[in-house]
């Protein structure tokens, strides 16, 4: 693999989750030492997420979780809050209507966080949801929502929360049981920095008694959170699960724990200011205003009558760098470096700079500043 991968997921694995998925496999479903590895590794992944909630590992991209969320919790005609301020803060409302429900928009500024006064007013008016959904970091903008304020303020009204953390997770702090957190959903592709294929979901007694107490069955198997209750004590997963695939999550798991959850962090906000001030100083223009940016990608306008796709394939054919254009309202107009879980190292993002430097130059943009020497002077 010849390529630095700087996209704001998937991200750069490391050599020993590699080795772990290439382990002997065993009957996931016989093998009851299996059952304890999986229980083990959720019970860890609670750990780094500060939360007694259940941990459950769904085999699918980080996209089933979402829609498993949205499929245990609606019923024919609930109204569900879906705060919007990006693609993906959108989106849910998409499952939220596949499931029956009827979703109402909360809409806020797309250049910034949510405005947790404006989304207080709009309570005060009507807060008759059975449950709300927010992005942590809306990825396509890289726009990072303060879950913590927003989460405490939902509760305070009674509304259960679901949480798309699929891109800030373990790059961003999470506290899930301090902020009131009722579903959070995680993906393995992104700053966990395991290959994609698992989605992650924690889930409160709220939540799971909301979905005990249903009156319409939920509809599917896949994405039913409540057929997992009791797997441990009954031996019994739903499916056959992937076990190699859960061997390099968990490899992952345990490097994060072993450099330390705070240390991880604090890489990211480090490195993450360190970008977005270089980019500032080069005379380019963050998408969202700096203070409202997340740690695990910046996302840079691109400068007028230049075409993103051309300095993508500059970027890959002579620099062997993955960095991502946008999609939606975003296409054509960004460029998105991932500084998220191993992609989130000095020597990487200083290469990735670099490059980008001599790509905008060959383009005919001049940076005011040398990239990767400013990037490291603000380290
Ligand atoms: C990556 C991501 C997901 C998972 O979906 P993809 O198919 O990998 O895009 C969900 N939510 C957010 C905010 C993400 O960044």
Known sequence: MKYTIMTPGPTDVKENVMFSRAEKCTNPDLDLEFYDFYKETCDKIGKLLHTKNRVRILSGEGILGLEAACASLTENNDRVLVIDNGIYGEGFKDFVNMYGGNPILFKGNRGKAIDINELKLFLDKDS??????????????????????????????GILTVVDTVSAMIGEEVKIDEWGIDIALGGSQKAISAPPGLSIVTISDDAINVMKNRKQPIAGFYCNLLIWENYYENKWFPYTMPISDIKGLATAIDNILDEGIENVISRHSNIGNAVRKT??????????????????????????GICCNKLLKILREKYNVFIAGSF?????????IGHMGESARVDKVAYTLLSLEMTLKEVGFQCKVDLSKTFLSYL
């Open 128 to 157: 008759n949801f059975k449950y709300a959904t927010v992005v942590h970091c809306d990825t396509p903008s890289g726009v990072l929502n303060n879950i913590e304020e927003i989460c405490k303020l939902l509760k305070s009204k």
């Open 279 to 304: 980019i500032i100083d080069a005379g380019l223009e963050l998408n969202i205003i700096e203070s409202d940016n997340s740690n695990t990608v910046t996302v840079v306008k691109i400068p007028e």
């Open 328 to 336: 939606g309202y975003l296409e054509n107009k960004v460029l998105r």
